[in-house]
């Protein structure tokens, strides 16, 4: 009986180290099989921008120096994104226990956050970008991007026919009498503040209102001594002089650029070529010495426009030919020797002059002129301004008055409210004769 047992428990003890056998067999083997984990990849990473800061447009140049801490080479995929855009994805071969550096060039279009990542790695970079402008006097200005708070000194309806009333903090005086301003129903013009004019600016009250660019004429002979000033302070100034047609355009374009409002800046060209092409179209083919003789007269009567200026433009566009052309400068005082000499076919007064068209009609000096003799003499509405998109429907009037015949057919009044609806979002505060 005992030699029985102890028979029973040799065999459960030979089967039990049997099965110990076979679980270390079969775990070995599974060990051996089983896929080695890789060893982990460590690297060091550096990114670096050649310039602390970029103007829109320039050429970004990123360096990225990757040091493989692994005493094997690897291959890694570089990727680098701006915001959200990747600009570079590249693999990347990197030498055991030493470095590679990799280039990266793109174009900086607005400040950005940029994304450096190899393998699992990954840095960031902030991509400070301005805006470079140049104003009238040929002056590159580095602005913020994102400009916040300006104070307009010059054409200020532009500003607010961009959409960008929301960034000005301060507006010349005479903003406050501005037909158009006191015409936009969303604000109110008189609540803006002013800390003068561009020909009589009070700097204390400017720097007050805290503002990063001012936008300011640069036909007072003061401007340059304020301009300097001003940036001694810190304050960038662009300045204004518009001397053509072609400035206006070229106005609208910088006022754009300023605020980040290139596209509504193109839209209001485009708005203004509408007219001004047709206008264009209807006299083109009108022979010189056919073209009716014009003058344009401002604050006093013998005051007329020369060869320099957007209304001597007006008068060409128009069909017409300006004898004071002949004459340098916006402004040239004559004789009224000269004016009988000239002997103009229409006259046209300047809005803001204090005499009118009965004034030169009842003149006695200017009786045997062919303007007043004929009735031709025109005086267009007060506060028109001629540096801004509504300049159009002045020229229209003008081919009107000098080639009535032409335009017929055309309702100034109508051309007048459509383009102020497009342009300012109300019809024209100014009354045209149809």
């Excluded at 076979?22 to 982990?40: D, R």
């Excluded at 662009?238 to 400035?247: A, I, K, P, T």
């Excluded at 004034?359 to 003799?373: C, G």
């Amino acid at each position: 009986m005992k030699r029985f047992k102890l028979q029973g428990k040799s065999s459960a003890a030979v089967a039990t180290v049997s099965l110990v056998v076979a679980v270390v067999v079969i775990a070995v083997a599974v060990y051996m099989l089983w896929p080695a984990k890789p060893a982990e990849c460590r690297f060091e990473l550096q990114a670096s921008l050649d310039k602390p800061y970029y103007r829109v447009g320039d050429e970004v140049s990123l360096s990225i120096v990757i040091r493989n801490l692994n005493d094997t080479a690897t291959t890694q995929t570089v990727e680098v994104k701006v915001d959200d855009e990747v600009v570079y994805s590249e693999d990347v071969e990197i030498p055991a226990s030493g470095s590679k550096t990799v280039a990266v060039g793109f174009k900086a279009e607005k400040p950005s956050t940029i994304t450096v990542t190899v393998g699992e790695d990954s840095t960031t970079l902030s991509l400070e970008v301005v805006r470079c402008v140049t104003d009238f006097w040929g002056r590159d200005i580095e602005i913020p991007y994102n400009v916040e708070r300006v104070v307009v000194l010059a054409e200020y309806e532009i500003v607010y026919a961009l959409g960008a009333w929301d960034k000005v903090v301060g507006v010349s005086k005479y903003a406050y009498t501005n037909p158009v301003m006191c015409a936009l129903k969303d604000i109110n013009i008189s609540e803006v503040p002013s800390p003068g004019s561009s020909w009589s600016l009070n700097v204390e009250e400017l720097l007050a209102l805290d503002p990063q660019v001012v936008l300011i004429y640069g036909f007072s002979g003061r401007t340059a001594e304020t301009v300097e000033q001003l940036e001694n302070l810190g304050i960038k100034c662009v300045v204004l002089e518009l001397n053509s047609l072609d400035d206006i355009y070229r106005l609208i374009r910088l006022y754009g650029q300023i605020f980040g409002k290139e596209d509504r800046a193109e839209e209001l060209i485009q708005i203004m070529n509408q007219t001004l092409d047709m206008i264009r179209e209807r006299t083109a083919n009108i022979p010189y010495d056919e073209r009716p003789k014009v003058i344009h007269t401002w604050s006093k009567k013998l005051k007329v426009t020369g060869n320099m200026g957007v209304i001597n433009d007006l008068i060409e566009l128009a069909g017409g030919v300006n004898p004071a052309s002949e004459l340098e400068g916006k402004y040239v005082t004559v004789s009224i020797e000269q004016i009988i000499e000239w002997d103009p076919d229409v006259i046209i007064i300047w809005g803001i002059a204090k005499y009118g068209v009965e004034d030169i009609m009842n003149d006695t000096q200017w009786q045997t002129i062919s303007a007043v003799v004929n009735g031709r003499v025109y005086k267009y509405p007060r506060g028109i301004c001629t540096w801004s998109p509504e300049v159009v429907v002045l020229a229209l009037k003008f081919a009107k008055w000098i080639h009535p015949e032409l335009f017929s057919d055309v309702n100034v009044q109508e051309v007048a409210d459509q383009l102020f609806m497009e342009v300012y979002g109300i019809p024209s505060p100014f009354e045209w004769e149809p």
